[in-house]
């Protein structure tokens, strides 16, 4: 696989990601996914707070989505 379809893979897995994430929680906005890979430490700490759940809780849903 070359570095673009590696890169157009992983931006239509984030794409498919933030959907389901919408879905289940409809409270998530466009700005609350908006986050680029090299900031996911900033990304985690926001859902935690927007979520009102823990590190372990937000890791175990971004892995099953």
Request: hydrophobic fraction near 40%; glycine fraction near 2%; charge should be negative.
């Amino acid at each position: 696989m070359t570095t673009t379809n590696v890169s157009t893979s992983l931006k239509t897995n984030w794409e498919a990601q933030k959907a389901k994430l919408k879905m289940q929680f409809p409270k998530l906005t466009d700005d609350d996914l908006n986050f680029g890979q090299e900031k996911k430490v900033e990304f985690l700490n926001h859902m935690e707070t927007k979520l009102a759940l823990n590190a372990q809780e937000v890791t175990a849903i971004m892995e099953s989505v």
